[in-house]
């Protein structure tokens, strides 16, 4: 059975400790600037709320522990990177994605939200965007993903989504097509990685939500 997350807002409609991802939603919802993030249990959740939201933001919570051999196996991340990531809240509902430098989780570019589209769709696009502006600045800095499907649509230049086009996501589709057209018309140095979750923690580029 999978543990359920505990979430904390420091500035929300309520502010405090959620040990379900509707009620931290409702507490965050329609609120400019909210801050709040998940963690992995109550005490850490509890221990964090008493400290500021800047001490946590991009802090990774490994989710599970492994063996020293294991960890060596797989090594560190690389540090000089950028790391990518997506949010929505809703399947389909309201999407965001960042990149953010992978050692200082400095956010280097942010967008959205757009409304009706899908976290695979967000991952998808923010991979492409950093490879576009890496090219431009001619930086062949490796990305890191935590997304299987929106690696595979990157390296197979093409979104094999389910969601039906429509004015609610236009927006989503037009970027869509841009990203896929850049794609087709562009090469590019820089590797793609997966960031290992499991080892790692969350990737530096999360929004800290469900």
């Keep these: 059975m999978k543990k359920k997350k505990v979430y904390v807002v420091w500035k929300g409609k309520k502010n405090g400790v959620f040990t379900s991802w ?82 200082t989780k400095k956010v280097i570019f942010k ?27 001619d930086n062949a800095s490796p990305i890191y993903s935590d997304s299987k499907i929106a690696i595979g649509w990157v390296k197979r230049k093409r979104v094999n989504t389910k969601l039906v086009r429509n004015a609610a996501n236009e927006d989503s589709f037009e970027l869509i097509d841009r990203a896929l057209k850049w794609l087709h018309t562009n090469d590019y140095q820089n590797k793609i990685l997966k960031w290992e979750t499991k080892v790692w923690g969350e990737i530096p580029a999360d929004f800290g939500r469900k």
């Design 22 to 103: 509707d009620e931290c939603k409702k507490s965050i919802d329609g609120f400019k600037g909210a801050e709040y993030k998940s963690f992995p249990d109550l005490n850490l959740a509890t221990k964090a709320a008493q400290e500021t939201y800047a001490k946590h933001k991009g802090v990774a919570q490994p989710k599970v522990a492994i063996s020293a051999e294991k960890r060596a196996l797989i090594g560190n991340p690389n540090l000089n990177t950028i790391a990518v990531d997506a949010a929505c809240s809703g399947n389909p509902g309201l999407m965001e994605y960042q990149g953010v430098d992978t050692k």
């Design 111 to 137: 967008k959205g939200p757009y409304k009706n589209s899908t976290n695979n769709i967000g991952e998808f696009l923010a991979l492409v965007h950093a490879l576009a502006l890496l090219k431009k600045n």
